[in-house]
């Protein structure tokens, strides 16, 4: 069980070893993430132990594997020479022009998001939260299907803008002090949680809280004793919401023999990569690279990674009626069900290469500033775009919109 855990560590939280400090929030996100996922169902819960031996020792085989040549690429390509390219927008123009340029964009996608979700809202007929069906209602399954395709682009396009604004929001409160980006954020946090998707708002919000206290120095270990605890209440947030609006068939999702037991019901990474593990190597048909595609077609694409993951893990079940948008496979299992062994090595390697290389690079914008704005948007690029390249191997169109969002926080528009 220890090596399986170390493993997942180091998937999860490995770009300490070439960037430990405390600007770097995705790693102090994912470090909350751990006491969630992993530690809580494989040492307090031991969801492991209902697995056969064989499965678990596939398992363990695959993720330290795919750790090892993971750091190893990491290292490497954070000593690979960066490559000019063309400057973004803050290495262009003065810090505070760049401020106020922040601000504006940050408004009027604000504005779009608003109206984007209401008119979908409209359109569709329900709320998530309010739903009979929440939880079908909140992946679209069964009857609220139709509905939202109706609208589904721009839903989807609004939603991507919406979950990025909380910590870009936060973060001009902070360094403006004007109370309307307060109001604008508690809009945002409302709109995100009629939608039942909880972690879009602690991770923004957590993000923004992080890039303070980092800014702030004497903050920051407050900001790492709490985030666990955070993540934590954020893993039986549907339970806490079916106590609100007195849901029975969210708080039936939860009736468990411990405060563990919840917590892991939650976050059930691990036995979301065991069950997977258990049903494909039960009948393996390796994807051969078609998953990394996959994402990037419209529909319910068999080949898609969040359908096919789905698919695999229930071979007899019927995917509308799966209250879920795919599961969180990491990445060496991944590299395992596309080219076996071979993969599991490729993957991992070149996805830490990658992600060591521009780790580097990010690493290096954020010396060059004193911006706490500036220092946010890297963190933002380096979230919700280099990490698309990090994951390559599981590309998804949902990423577009995202693109298009940061595209104008690092390049010059017209904006009148």
Known sequence: MLIIF???CILSIGSYFIWFSR??????LELAFIFTRYLVPIFLVNEISNFDDEILQLYKNILIIGAVFYLLGMILGNLIPL????KFSWQVISEEEYSERVKLVTRYFFYFAVIGFIISYMIMGFIPMFASNPLNAKFFRGEYQAPYMRIAVLFRAANFVMYS?????????????KTINLFYLLIVILLIASTLTRGNIFY????????ICAYKKKLFKYYILSIILIFSIGSISFYLIGLIFHSDMLLAMYEKDNIFETIALGAPDVLDHLTFLKSFNNTPL?????????????GHYKWNPAVWSLMVSNPDGDLNEITSGGLRLPLPL???VSFSWTGVVLLSFFSGLINGYLIKAIKKMIKETQSIIVITVVILLYVN???QFVTFYALSMYSIPVFAFMAFYMYRFKLK
């Open 165 to 177: 604004l909380p910590p870009l929001l936060l973060v001009i409160w902070y360094h403006f002090r």
């Open 204 to 211: 923004g919000l957590l993000l923004a809280i992080g890039v």
């Open 23 to 28: 600007y770097n929030i995705p790693a102090h």
């Open 6 to 8: 170390i493993s997942l």
């Open 286 to 298: 390796y994807t051969y690279g078609r998953t990394f595609y996959g994402g990037l077609i419209p």
């Open 385 to 387: 775009v280099y990490t």
């Open 83 to 86: 490559i000019k390219v063309k």
């Open 334 to 336: 991944w590299g395992y």
